[in-house]
T-cell receptor, first 111, second 113 residues
């Protein structure tokens, strides 16, 4: 059974640019969540989608957005990148219980 | 003050030792408790998942939840060098529409051969 797939694995962007990250959940999982991981703040919740609807959003600025498609694949977008957005972005999927399976993440570096 | 507190370590033990990892929390609404293991350059891997109070055992791993003390633990018996990783506790409140995990900062564990 394939796990959670995130693309790309690594990304380098310049301040002010925007970026889109992609996540393919485990087949059959309809809940997809996104987290930001940094050395200083640890893992922080960004948002959660279920059946194409955002159910919950963390305390991040509006530059962070996401969406989920009918096949449960999800994307997150960060506009007007700042140096502080450099982080590991993790996607997790679940069949709507609390046992979330994480992908390996996309490491974003903003220069 | 953070909702979930976890000693960051680092923790170093000899192979075969019993390891005890702990988290405390302040939000009494938390009902789901999880332990994740994260290897370097990988995403967190779910180890244990417990609802409400009590103990749960899976192989060499035992998770304990004491809601009266707002304290959770993970015990690793017969620790192996392959257990060397960062261990993260995570928890969530019961809410059908709010699936949000709150994580501890992680404890870095090294098991020495």
């Amino acid at each position: 059974k394939a796990g959670v797939t995130q693309t790309p694995r690594y990304l380098i962007k310049t301040r002010g640019q925007q970026v889109t990250l992609s996540c393919s959940p485990i087949s059959g999982h309809r809940s997809v969540s996104w987290y930001q991981q940094t050395p200083g703040q640890g893992l922080q919740f960004l948002f959660e989608y279920f059946s194409e609807t955002q159910r919950n959003k963390g305390n991040f600025p509006g530059r962070f957005s996401g969406r989920q498609f009918s096949n449960s694949r999800s994307e997150m977008n960060v506009s007007t990148l700042e140096l502080g957005d450099s982080a590991l972005y993790l996607c997790a999927s679940s069949n709507d219980n609390y046992g979330y399976t994480f992908g390996s993440g996309t490491r974003l570096t903003v220069v | 003050q953070k909702e979930v507190e976890q000693d960051p370590g680092p923790l170093s033990v000899p192979e075969g030792a019993i390891v005890s990892l702990n988290c405390t929390y302040s939000n009494s609404a938390f009902q789901y408790f999880m332990w994740y293991r994260q290897y370097s350059r990988k995403g967190p891997e779910l180890l244990m998942y417990t609802y409400s109070s009590g103990n749960k055992e899976d192989g060499r791993f035992t998770a304990q939840v004491d809601k009266s003390s707002k304290y959770i633990s993970l015990f690793i018996r017969d620790s192996q060098p392959s257990d060397s990783a960062t261990y993260l506790c995570a928890m969530s409140a019961v809410d059908g529409s709010a699936r949000q995990l709150t994580f501890g900062s992680g404890t870095q564990l090294t098991v020495l051969p």
